[in-house]
């Protein structure tokens, strides 16, 4: 007997087979696990979140180090301090279109599912940079002795809450989502414990009154805390500052509840620009809060740490969802801002480790190099980010992918 030969034409097409599913698997690893795509201007806002707080810290960081910004652009990226309020908001919205889909479709959503979800979600790349910056950074004793509130998630109150005292400070924003986020499995039940959408509606305007009460208790009870105190206080504090969070909800309800009748009023410009003013106005005073003096500056926070920026955002999101398909919507729809949104966690998580590896640099060009003052400030605005980027899509792929598969197994 012998044995039968395979012609040329099988070989190679036995060939062409495994390296079409070689270079698929090697384009599955390297793609990204994209956003779910149900809003897609939402993308659009989360990227202009992102670039919000990147660049304010940025000018923070370039001023205390004494290089010099061009006032015209310094002034307004500080006055832009509400980009985390956005992201709150946003949280809040998704989280809770989810949660209150799954009420009403099913009666209820099993805790422990979200649960299971939102811990695949977030926590991998939070603990993977804490361990790593554990075992590479020196650590002081303050450092040391809140190290287990940073993994407890409990970071942002931690006391006092600056840089230099902790390895994470900025993952004060990540613990008051997580904290708020145990919460909301019951407070949809309850919220569905209500019978009519008055009694709902109200039930969640009073608990998103509850944060400014207690702002606005503070503030009178210590009338001698400077700008720095009542930051210190109040800022990054859960109990102070959920009111964004809740507004999320609130949308979320009012879209999930009256998205048609609601679009079909707001084809009126009449509408659309009595919706747009209260926006507009808290803008303004937003950007114009240090305008005021320094006398008003404590109770203007009170306000704008959240009773502000819920009113402006309510109106933006109301308007981007229910205004039609205006250029703005298009635009912030535009498909690459989904891409560079599924990497937003990532680019949080690292763009300040990354500036304290490249700000050295810039400092020493900024205040050596002969730059001028417009410059130095859009160019490392522009490195901070792209290079965040680029971290944050490693992170991704190593990191985020495979826990979200994992997540989607687990708990579909």
């Known amino acids: 007997m012998t044995a039968e030969v395979p012609d040329v034409g099988e070989i190679i097409g036995w060939a062409a087979v495994v390296d079409s599913a070689a270079v698929g698997s090697l384009k599955s690893f390297f793609d ?13 806002l989360r990227v ?36 985390m309020d956005l992201f709150f908001v946003l949280s809040g919205f998704l989280i809770g279109t989810i949660l209150l889909r799954s009420a009403e479709s099913h009666g209820s959503q099993s805790p422990w599912r979200f649960y299971l979800r939102r811990i695949f979600r977030t ?67 309850l919220l569905y ?46 109990h102070a500052r959920f009111d964004t969070l809740v507004a999320g909800i609130m949308i979320a309800y009012v879209q999930n509840r009256w998205r ?18 209260p926006s507009l106005a808290c803008l303004w005073v937003l950007m114009n809060v240090r305008n005021f003096g320094d006398a008003a500056l404590p109770l203007l926070r009170v306000f704008s740490w959240g009773t502000l920026t819920s009113i402006m955002y309510f109106g933006w999101l109301m308007l981007l969802l229910n205004g039609g398909d205006g250029w703005i919507r298009r635009a912030l ?12 966690y990532g680019v949080y998580l690292l763009h300040i480790p990354i500036w304290a590896l490249l700000g050295p640099t810039v400092y020493g060009l900024g205040m050596r190099g002969g730059w001028s003052k417009g410059m130095v400030w859009p160019f490392s605005v522009a490195l901070l980010t792209a290079t965040s980027l680029a971290g944050a899509y490693i992170l991704h792929v190593l990191v985020e992918k495979p826990f979200l598969r994992l997540r989607d197994r687990l708990a579909p």
Request: hydrophobic share 50%.
């Open 48 to 83: 202009l979140a992102i670039v919000s707080v990147v660049q304010y810290h940025v000018t923070l960081f370039l001023t205390q180090h004494g290089v010099s910004v061009d006032p015209a652009l310094s002034g307004p990226s500080r006055a832009v301090f509400f980009g």
């Open 260 to 277: 048609e009748p609601i679009a079909h009023v707001l084809r009126s410009p009449f509408a659309r620009a009595a919706l747009a003013l």
């Open 123 to 189: 926590f991998p790349p939070y603990y993977l940079l804490l361990t790593i910056l554990v075992v590479v950074a020196p650590m002081n004793a303050t450092q040391r002795h809140h190290l287990w509130m940073e993994y407890a998630y409990l970071t942002n109150y931690a006391h006092p809450l600056i840089p230099g005292d902790l390895l994470m400070p900025w993952g004060w924003s990540l613990a008051l989502e997580e904290q708020f986020y145990l919460t909301v499995p019951l407070l949809v039940a």
């Open 193 to 238: 414990k209500l019978r009519g959408d008055r009694k709902r509606l109200a039930a969640l305007g009073v608990l998103w009154a509850v944060p400014l009460c207690l702002r606005l208790v503070a503030h009178f009870r210590h009338p001698e805390w400077t700008d720095d105190d009542i930051g210190e206080a109040l800022y990054c504090r859960t």
């Open 32 to 44: 990204l696990e994209l956003l779910d795509n149900r809003y897609p201007s939402l993308h659009g």
């Open 333 to 344: 729809s535009l498909p690459v801002f989904r891409r560079v949104a599924t990497l937003g």
